[in-house]
């Protein structure tokens, strides 16, 4: 039986963050969103184009190519799972263990096999038909795993130091996860009813970046405010 989004919204309700909100944590998710958008454009794009659209990626020495759905395709659903457990872990996991090792399992992940593809090939080259985007990515690639590999370490001696907290999940998390996500629904129809590499596919392609960027923004905690009320002594 299907999940539906009401019921995981009820287990989030559940979820007890173990630390606040504070920047460095935040810049790193913000660095994680930047390589989600490698996961979620083609997870939407993928079933919604149909065989009009091609996509590939080399994983470790491995070519994954899927126009329209093909097995290689579901291995994005496996990707998918490791970004919410890293952007899940920051804050909520209480193992901190488990989340330092979600940062490393992370890193390796994009920037290992990236690397990989560097040796094998000399360069990286992004495509992106719809934008008619295509750029050598080895400087790009170096300079985001150096900065996030930094980040990395600043944010595990940091939380070390942090005292533990107890925040729920609440109504601000469900607003912003209704926000980030309820535009997938107009992307799927621009990639599937628009022309390839069309206009309508370039405005559900911008979206989708800009919804991976900031999709991390749904696990950041905050309290809630509750109304205060004040009762004045009323002389006898």
Known sequence: MAITFNQILKIMKKWIAVRKSNGLFNALMLVQGI?????????????????????????????????????DYFVLFLFLALFIAAFSSFYWAKNRVFFYGMMFIWWIHVFGSLFVDLLMTGDIVFHGDTLNVHISMMNLVLGLALIAAVLIFFVIRKDQKMQNEHISWNRQNNLKAL??????????????????????????VIITIIQSIIFPLIFIPSKERRAQSITEAVPA
Do not use: H, K, N
Request: glycine share 10%.
């Open 179 to 204: 926000f980030i996500l309820c535009p997938i629904v107009l992307q799927v129809i621009f990639f599937a009813t628009g022309e390839p590499d069309g206009l309508t596919d370039s405005i559900a």
């Open 35 to 71: 390589t989600f958008m490698l996961v979620m454009l083609p997870l939407l794009r993928v079933p919604s184009d149909g065989v009009t659209y091609a996509w590939g990626q080399t994983y470790f020495g491995i070519q994954l190519v899927s126009r329209g759905v093909s097995p």
